[in-house]
T-cell receptor
Framework: DTEVTQTPKHLVMGMTNKKSLKCEQH?????MYWYKQKAKKPPELMFV???????INESVPSRFSPECPNSSLLNLHLHALQPEDSALYLC????????????FGPGTRLTVT | KNQVEQSPQSLIILEGKNCTLQ??????????LRWYKQDTGRGPVSLTI?????NTKSNGRYTATLDADTKQSSLHITASQLSDSASYIC??????????????FGKGTMLLVSP
């Protein structure tokens, strides 16, 4: 299984809502990543988890809260988002050694109204 | 500052023709270079990955080259198909620390294959 899955595929939420994005992989990868991608721009790194511990937080606003409950799952909890947070949110995973090749999920298209 | 630059920004070719995309990078410490294909609104899909010791890598109709001395890479697509229309992103990886990598993304080349 070389797949990273993300749910939901699409999400529309109001600025007062609380929602969560989910990411799952069963490749035995111990590094997992969240990226944000705006239209026609490259992905921007948000968070990195290595061995279920937060390794990088790229100064992301606290309205985004990551969680890594186990080695296969990565969540991104959303609260009080702004319309400018609308974007494609990508999850990726990689081995924690060797080539570190990152495998990307299909993304969640988030729209904040 | 780590940077990856790609050219051209966009390209239109006729179905069945070949094309070559370019990538220049300044990333340290260099781990590997990848080419990804990304359809609009979808996650990137890896085409090739090369370490500094590899000069060329093929994946079907895609052939990537790497010159670690000049810090240049190219992606050659042969016998293009309509389904090749997508953004092609050059990504350079640096080993970030304990058990993960950090990626520097190019802005991509938007390829349109016309019938």
């Amino acid at each position: 299984d070389t797949e990273v899955t993300q749910t939901p595929k699409h999400l529309v939420m109001g600025m007062t809502n609380k929602k969560s994005l989910k990411c799952e992989q069963h490749m035995g990868h111990r590094a997992m990543y969240w990226y944000k991608q705006k239209a026609k721009k490259p992905p921007e790194l948000m968070f990195v988890y290595s061995y279920e511990k937060l390794s990088i937080n790229e100064s992301v606003p606290s309205r985004f809260s990551p969680e890594c409950p186990n080695s296969s799952l990565l969540n991104l909890h959303l609260h009080a988002l702004q319309p400018e947070d609308s974007a494609l949110y990508l999850c990726a995973s990689s081995q924690a050694s060797g080539s570190y090749e990152q495998y990307f999920g299909p993304g969640t298209r988030l729209t904040v109204t | 500052k780590n940077q990856v630059e790609q050219s051209p920004q966009s390209l239109i070719i006729l179905e069945g023709k070949n094309c070559t995309l370019q990538c220049n990078y300044t990333v340290s410490p260099f781990s590997n270079l990848r080419w990804y294909k990304q359809d609009t609104g979808r996650g990137p899909v890896s085409l090739t990955i090369m370490t500094f010791s590899e000069n060329t890598k093929s994946n079907g109709r895609y052939t990537a080259t790497l010159d670690a001395d000049t810090k240049q890479s190219s992606l050659h697509i042969t016998a293009s198909q309509l389904s090749d229309s997508a953004s092609y992103i050059c990504v350079v990886s640096a080993v970030g620390g304990s058990g993960y990598s950090t990626l520097t993304f190019g802005k991509g080349t938007m390829l349109l294959v016309s019938p």
